[in-house]
């Protein structure tokens, strides 16, 4: 009963703090501050997804979550390598 009361409050608190960072990759002055909170904002899907596994105790969204991230890291590799270098070979 309280783990679950936990549980729906961190998926709130995430969802929350994910929408402040999603207002930052909209306002950000500079195209990395833009990268670092939709890398922000990638994370904190992920752990929501996974909160939301361990209350349906499915073990797929485990494996959602986990693919999500990895193309989330991937997506955020590809995006500094093009803004340092100015392509991606």
């Known amino acids: 009963m ?5 549980i ?3 998926i709130f608190f995430l969802s929350i703090t994910s929408f402040v960072a999603l207002y930052r990759a909209y306002v950000g002055p500079t195209a990395a501050d833009r990268i670092v909170s939709i890398n922000v904002m990638s994370t904190k ?5 996974v909160l939301i596994a361990l209350i349906t105790a499915q ?3 485990v494996n959602v979550a986990l693919v999500y991230a990895m193309i989330g890291f991937i997506a955020t590799i590809g995006v500094a390598k093009y803004l340092m270098k100015g392509k991606l070979e």
């Open 59 to 61: 073990e797929s969204y």
């Open 45 to 49: 899907v992920v752990t929501i997804i």
């Open 8 to 10: 729906y409050g961190s």
């Open 2 to 6: 309280i783990m679950e009361i936990l």
